[in-house]
């Protein structure tokens, strides 16, 4: 059973990088959808129709299925390589991973609600909301590479400094659009 490690582990890794580019890019038209309340109401009506049907195919047929898969994957590694439950990394790796899984359904509850025409949350908000998935995912690769508690000490210092330098861009970045008027 331990030679179908590393398939199990490429379907994994493959399935992250489906399911990291659909939250992405899943944000990135809800920040689109929130900013079409300022375009003209025929613009605005045709514009958020269209986003809510990207929205839904890319949530109903990339998004969701890749987070499946990569769940069904880990879990067989797990099964495969049942060791692993007694490492402290993984622990921490599952912990940010347990993160990232509520970031999925929270930004499911959004969706919904950008159909509904409930707009909660500002294009600044969602953009800092966007680069919560960034810091799991960096999180999540930092500790499976790095393995070790020194290093984790590390590893959190620098998501600290990371997360502040994202934050500090997405402000830097609304302030340049008021500026250029976008």
Not at 142 to 149: C, G, M, P, Q, Y
Request: with cysteine.
């Amino acid at each position: 059973m331990g030679q179908y490690y590393y398939y199990v582990l490429s379907v994994h890794i493959i399935f992250v990088v489906s399911w990291m580019a659909g939250l992405f890019y899943s944000v990135r038209l809800f920040i689109y959808h929130t900013e079409a309340n300022d375009r003209p109401e025929l613009e605005r009506n045709i514009l958020q129709k269209e986003y809510e049907k990207i929205e839904a195919k890319l949530w109903n047929i990339i998004t969701t299925p890749a987070m499946v898969l990569t769940v069904l994957a880990g879990a067989t590694m797990v099964y495969i390589r049942q060791d692993l439950l007694n490492t402290p990394w993984f622990h921490v790796k599952l912990g940010f991973v347990a993160l990232l899984l509520i970031y999925h359904f929270i930004c499911q509850h959004i969706m919904k609600q950008l159909k509904l025409g409930k707009f909660k949350h500002s294009s600044f908000q969602l953009r800092l909301w966007n680069e919560v998935a960034t810091i799991l995912l960096v999180a999540i690769v930092f500790t499976v590479v790095l393995k070790s508690a020194v290093d984790w000490i590390y590893g959190l210092i620098g998501l600290i400094l990371f997360s502040m330098i994202i934050m500090l861009a997405v402000k830097w970045y609304k302030h340049y659009r008021k500026k250029h008027g976008q």
